[in-house]
């Protein structure tokens, strides 16, 4: 059973808690109210397609009346990447390929193998010498080499340290076989008082893994197109020296992190950080069957071909899961995830109440019946979360309209997952291969964040 329950044993007869994302449809609404509310939206759209509109952002109601516009929110298709995502055509130099910051597989240097080490300030593969003991404060990078100019990084690091008085930083390269935690770990007892990391969303997620609990401020130098977490927290996309700067100068937020302990089929267990969301399932399967060249060529774009390998394949299995403290309940889903986060590539909002520091982890399960089904996920996606919610008319449609199943949510502190069979898993789409069962926990509020002096937190 789920959380390691005894069959004797009987869960508290309580509930699962209403989530958020689905609180606001309704059941039974009349014809006549949603006709009604769909031309009131026809009409808001006309109006935006008539110049309504503010650096690319759609007027909510109340800013269509003034003239104003307002910071985009987190529930907005923009949260992801906002007015700081990159150009499309300068991502896409200067072979017209835009590519992602995890495009290359594996994640090491060509040609480098073995653990990830510290270097000189200049790249050597030699630990720089510290006979003297370093003064405090000192910060240390931990970058991948793939993903970055390291020259230039190193260079902006040394350059912003020194202007704040800090001693000479601390360089760490990743490399295949570390993908940055325990290089981290090293960091740490070197005693850094603070940790850079510039690379794909593996080498954040194995950072954050190994600082979580230790009370040192993390700052993420966005690398590439991709960095979901960056996006999420709505930082600086284009401006590593905003970042760099919001190591020795920054405010702070002390942010959620999830673990999940994966329970292979031979009764062995690992345990693995994410900082987005990971999830069991289809979810995973797409992950494991995403032609690693063709990721290499369009970025994010090739997850279609694994959705297009693992689609005929799918079939929908059964789940025992429990929140804790919650009754045990039993499912037939494609997928189940489990987020940190609730913005996903393309601007699409699969959680628009998600948030980093509420120190809740939200659960979603993807229960389609059918090719109707399919379609229904992706109404409540890319329509329903990513569209109708940042208007006022939009929303009173989706009042008025009957919840599917098709998506379903939950909220709590963690979810214990058992499969009637071992299925793939995948935390912050990293492949973590197949797990008869998974417990998912979050740690709130255990990962210290930099963020750029004045960043607003409010709905991170």
């Known amino acids: 059973m789920p959380g390691g329950q005894n069959d004797n044993d009987e869960a508290p007869d309580r509930a ?27 009409e808001q759209a006309d109006e935006v397609e008539q110049g309504e509109v503010i650096d690319g952002d759609l007027l909510d109601d109340e800013e269509m009346d003034t003239g104003e516009a307002s910071p985009a929110s ?3 298709p923009d949260a992801s990447g906002g007015e700081n995502a990159p150009d499309p055509t300068e991502a896409a130099a200067p072979d017209d390929v835009i590519r992602e910051p995890d495009d290359v597989e594996p994640d090491t240097t060509d040609g480098e193998t073995g653990e990830a080490r510290r270097v000189s300030a200049e790249g050597e593969p030699e630990p720089m010498a510290d ?11 931990v970058y991948n080499p793939t993903k970055v100019d390291a020259d230039d990084l190193r260079a902006r690091v040394e350059r912003a340290a020194k202007d704040a008085g800090w001693s000479e930083p601390l360089f760490y390269e990743t490399t295949v076989d570390d ?7 090293q960091a740490l007892k070197e005693g850094v008082n603070a940790v850079l990391v510039a690379g794909g969303d593996g080498t954040v997620r194995a950072v954050a893994e190994a600082m979580t609990g230790s009370d040192v401020p993390l700052t993420i130098v966005p690398s590439g197109t991709g960095n979901l977490l960056a996006r999420n927290l709505l930082l600086p996309l284009d401006d590593p020296d905003a970042m760099i700067r919001a190591t020795f100068d920054g405010d702070s937020l002390a942010m959620d992190v999830g673990f999940a302990s994966l329970r292979r089929q031979d009764g062995t267990v690992d345990e693995h950080a ?10 995973a399967a797409m992950i494991a069957n995403t032609n690693p060249k063709l990721k290499k060529q369009v970025g994010w774009v090739a997850y279609v071909d694994g959705v297009a390998r693992s689609l005929p394949a799918a079939k929908p299995f059964r789940l025992m899961y429990q929140l804790p403290q919650r009754r045990i309940h039993a499912a037939r889903v494609q997928s ?5 986060c609730g913005s996903l590539p393309a601007g699409l909002e699969l959680i628009p109440e998600a948030s980093v520091a509420d120190g809740n982890l939200d659960i979603v399960f993807i229960q389609p019946k059918g090719l ?8 409540r996606v890319a329509w329903d979360n990513s569209f109708l919610r940042r208007f006022r008319s939009g929303r009173r449609v989706m009042a008025l309209r009957t919840k599917d199943n098709a ?3 939950s909220r709590g502190l963690g979810v214990d997952l058992a499969p009637s069979e071992p299925h793939p898993v995948q935390p912050d789409g990293d492949e973590f291969g197949e797990a008869a069962q998974v417990r998912v926990r979050l740690e709130p509020a255990s990962l210290l964040l930099a963020l750029p002096r004045g960043h607003k937190v409010e709905g991170l």
């Open 407 to 409: 998506v379903r949510y």
């Open 336 to 340: 189940v995830l489990f987020a940190n």
């Open 372 to 379: 109707l089904g399919w379609i229904f996920v992706w109404r």
């Open 131 to 141: 006979t003297e003991g370093r003064p405090s404060p000192k910060a240390a990078l």
């Open 16 to 42: 699962d808690p209403p989530h958020p994302s689905d609180a606001v449809y309704a059941d039974g609404p009349d014809a006549e109210d949603i006709e009604a509310a769909d031309e009131e939206l026809a």
């Open 274 to 283: 994410f900082v987005v969301m990971g999830g069991m399932g289809l979810d």
């Open 74 to 76: 987190p529930a907005s």
């Open 179 to 185: 993908l940055g935690d325990d290089v981290t770990r």
